[in-house]
Structure formats: structure tokens, C-alpha cells
């Protein structure tokens, strides 16, 4: 498995000062807003797939 997904910046004030929360549990914290989130992966989308022929010479 790979390492967890690290964030590039705060999804509530946009900044970049990030760290690993003490408290564990894959939370972050930002230092510029003091606010504390977590990163979730929730699936894959079931779209299929689309053919791009048309069944027709060109």
C-alpha cells in the first residue's frame, strides 16, 4: 500500500501550511486558519466506458 494521500493546501483558506495531525487518524491541520480536516476517498465513479468509433468509414 502506499503512503496516505497528502494534501497540497487547506480546502478552507487555500494555504499551503500543512501538517500531520498529532491526534492521528489521517487528519491535517493548517497552521494559517487553525482549522483541522481529513482526506477521504470515496469510490470510483461508475460512468463505463464511451467508444469513440462510429461504425462508419470516414
Do not use: V
Request: net charge negative; charged share 25%.
Amino acid at each position: 500500500m502506499s503512503e496516505r494521500a497528502a494534501p497540497f493546501h487547506c480546502p478552507y483558506c487555500g494555504d499551503e501550511d500543512l501538517r500531520p495531525s498529532e491526534e492521528g487518524h489521517g487528519a491535517w491541520e493548517c497552521h494559517a486558519c487553525n482549522r483541522a480536516f481529513q482526506l477521504k476517498y470515496l469510490g470510483l465513479l461508475a460512468r463505463g466506458l464511451q467508444r469513440a468509433d462510429s461504425g462508419g468509414d470516414i
